[in-house]
């Protein structure tokens, strides 16, 4: 994240940590050939656009905590990496609730073309109050309203992506002077319940037209949103067990939204501390323990789960209480504890979540750590791991260093990318959306001179 603090709290205070220089170049872009060293898929930037302001009943403990403020714009960073590497894949959060899609499309466009194909879209609907008040509403919409105005959001996108320009319109030629073919570029004349959007993108088509699109709702709601957009989705499951049965019903999901079981990757959130030996691992995790905040760990998780976690006692068990921010939250601690025979306490919840958020993490040599890693991607089905870090750049140079060569040595991890776009590196299925993908029916036919998805050209 595009900030000090994103999910381990107090963190930046660690010497090796260099969160604090987030905001200069030389920070994303060292960080950026780092993951291209260790053919990661790409690196998942997250996002808010306001503060923690739940715990305490303000944000102070949030300021005070660097704890996702001062958060920059995490859009800008992305042409600064993609000059530095040429596979790393981007993935960039913005949410649906407070910019216009017409602006966000161009941006999205401009981004791909930058990257040569190499960006993604995380699609959020928001969830901070804070961030709604600052924008001139009361409180954000209720948790399904939020995904039925986010459908309405993506018809406008997929429309000027998919549906306004043909791939043939831009002609360039110099003879007669025409650099577009107007002939074939095509106004959207979208109107809707949120979004009025009549005339053309004003993009050219960019090498994937529309990014790939990640998502990390874990709610009913939520997962029925992702079933029908998402080529990626993150979950983060407390237990192996937990994770199994998320991944199933993913699986289900995509398959009842009409696509193929796998037609998404699916990510589930994890925290590594590695070293050359596990006596060392362990060390190193006693040593991050020293420097995280479990105050700075609540703030974090009274605002995914709605609820002012300063209120109860530490001793106190969380409980299945209804949240209107992110609903999985409470259900994953709920039912991981269950597992154990146990209840989650407040207290629990302030130590678990200080280094890595809402994501388990594991603490070993680089062998234990693949034998892990091979052993919950064997038992859950999951494609992959969305990596958190208690320290950066720290944290990912020990897995560059001690855990990748051993998934390497075992044929189960890529020495070298995969050509193309980043939509083809994930699904190798080319560069474009698959023409089963929602997305892919507001392609204009110019045979019957109108988009698919449209009654009228």
Known sequence: MNCVAHQSSGMWRHPR???ASYNTLEYWTELAKLLERGTFDGIFIADVLG??????GTNEAAIRHGAQVPVNDPLMVIPAMALVTENLGFGVTAGTAYEHPYPFARRM???????KGRIGWNVVTGYLPSAARNMGAEDQLEHDDRYDHADEYLEVLY???EGSWE???VVKDRERGVFT???KVHEIGHEGRHFKVPGIHISEPSPQRTPVIYQAGASKRGMSFAAENAEAIFVAAPTKETLKSTVARIRDALETAGRDRYAAKIYTLLTIVTDATPEKAQAKWEDFQSYASEEGALVFMSGWMGIDLSTYALDEPVGNVPSNAIQS????FVESAEEHGQEFTVGDIGRHGAIGGLGPYIVGSGEQIADQLQE???FTDVDGFNLAYAITPGTFEDVVEFVIPVLRERGVYPSEYEAGTLRQKLHGRGDKLPAEHKGASYRYDAAKGRSPARSSP
Do not use: F, I, M
Request: aromatic share 12%; glycine share 4%; hydrophobic share 35%.
């Open 181 to 183: 073919d107007p002939s």
């Open 51 to 56: 503060t923690y302001d739940v715990y305490g």
């Open 329 to 332: 939250v409470v259900a994953n």
């Open 17 to 19: 940590d260099r969160s």
């Open 159 to 161: 429309k000027l992506w």
């Open 109 to 115: 466009s401009t981004l791909d073309h930058l990257t």
């Open 167 to 169: 791939d043939d319109a």
């Open 376 to 378: 919950w991607v064997e």
